[in-house]
C-alpha cells in the first residue's frame, strides 16, 4: 500500500514590516495626560437639579450649597435650594434661600408669594404683609394674594387696608365668596352697616345656604335698628339650621326691641339649652 505523503509544514504567519528596509525604528511618541476639567458652579448646580429630580433631596442641597459657595451671585441655584428646603419642611432655610434671591433679582415675584406664604405659616404678619405687597406690586392680577393681605391686615386692625385688599379682589374675581364675606364682616365691625347689608344680600342671593352670611346680614339689621328686618331674616335663619344657638339669642334681642317679650323669653331659654348641651 501506497504510504500517505507527509503533511506540508505550516508556513510561520507572515509579519509585515512596519518600517522600510534599511531605516531606523522611531520611538514611539509618549501620550500626553488629559487635562482635568475643573468642576464649576454651573455643574454642581446641574447635579442639584438631577438629585432633585429623583427625590434625593439632601444631597441635592448639598449640591445647591456648594454651587453658590462658588458663585455667591447664582440665583437659580438659592431658588432650587429653597425649594428644596419647602420639600423637606426646612422653612427656616426657605426662607433665607428665598430672601437671598429676591435680594438678588429683586423683581422675582414668585419668590416674594413663596416668602409670604412661608412667613404666613410661622405667624410672621408683618413679613408676610410685606412680601404679598411686592408680590403684587410686580403681579396685581392675584385675587388670592389680595385676599391674604385683606386676612393680614386684619389681624393688624387696619380697617381701610382690609377693605381695600377685599375690594381689590373682588374686582379682580367678583365671584371670590370668601373675600365678600370678609368684606361684609370688616364693613360690620368698621360699623359701616348700609355696605355690609349689600355685600350680605348678594352672597345669600347666590347662596341660600350660607348661614353666616344670614346671620351677618342679621347683625347689621339690629344694629342699624331695622328690628323687622334683623328679626325676619334670624327666622328664616332658624328654618335653615335650627340649631344655630347665636341666631336665637339675637332673634331673642330682636323681639325684645320689638316688646314681644314672651317670644324673647323663648328664644333666651333655647338659647341657654343649646349653649348647655355643646
Not at 115 to 128: E, I, N, P, S
Request: with cysteine; glycine share 4%; hydrophobic share 35%.
Amino acid at each position: 500500500a501506497k504510504q500517505a505523503e507527509p503533511a506540508a509544514p505550516e508556513q510561520p504567519a507572515k509579519i509585515e514590516e512596519t518600517t522600510q528596509p534599511g531605516q531606523p525604528v522611531q520611538p514611539a511618541q509618549p501620550v500626553q495626560p488629559e487635562a482635568v476639567k475643573p468642576i464649576t458652579a454651573q455643574d454642581l448646580y446641574n447635579k442639584g437639579v438631577e438629585c432633585l429630580s429623583q427625590g434625593q433631596l439632601e444631597d441635592a442641597i448639598e449640591a445647591f450649597n456648594r454651587a453658590t459657595d462658588m458663585d455667591s451671585t447664582m440665583v437659580d441655584a438659592y431658588k432650587k435650594k429653597a425649594i428644596t428646603c419647602s420639600k423637606l419642611g426646612m422653612m427656616n432655610e426657605a426662607i433665607i434661600s428665598f430672601k437671598k434671591v429676591v435680594e438678588l433679582n429683586p423683581n422675582d415675584a414668585e419668590s416674594y408669594r413663596s416668602l409670604g406664604t412661608f412667613y404666613v405659616k410661622r405667624r410672621m404678619t408683618d413679613d408676610a404683609i410685606w412680601a404679598f405687597e411686592r408680590y403684587v406690586s410686580l403681579n396685581p392680577n392675584n385675587a388670592r394674594i389680595y385676599y391674604n393681605l385683606g386676612c393680614l391686615y386684619g389681624e393688624r386692625k387696619l380697617a381701610d387696608k382690609t377693605i381695600g385688599a377685599y375690594q381689590q379682589a373682588l374686582k379682580i374675581n367678583p365671584n371670590y365668596t370668601d373675600a365678600s364675606y370678609n368684606l361684609g364682616v370688616t364693613y360690620n365691625d368698621k360699623q359701616m352697616f348700609d355696605e355690609a347689608i349689600e355685600v350680605f344680600k348678594k352672597i345669600i342671593a347666590s347662596d341660600p345656604e350660607n348661614h353666616d352670611a344670614r346671620y351677618n346680614l342679621a347683625f347689621a339689621y339690629s344694629q342699624k335698628g331695622q328690628y323687622n328686618e334683623a328679626a325676619a331674616t334670624c327666622e328664616k335663619l332658624l328654618e335653615l339650621n335650627p340649631g344655630n344657638a347665636n341666631a336665637h339669642l339675637l332673634l331673642g334681642d330682636n323681639y325684645s326691641k320689638l316688646g314681644k317679650t314672651k317670644e324673647a323669653q323663648e328664644e333666651y331659654e333655647t338659647y341657654k339649652k343649646l349653649i348647655f348641651i355643646k
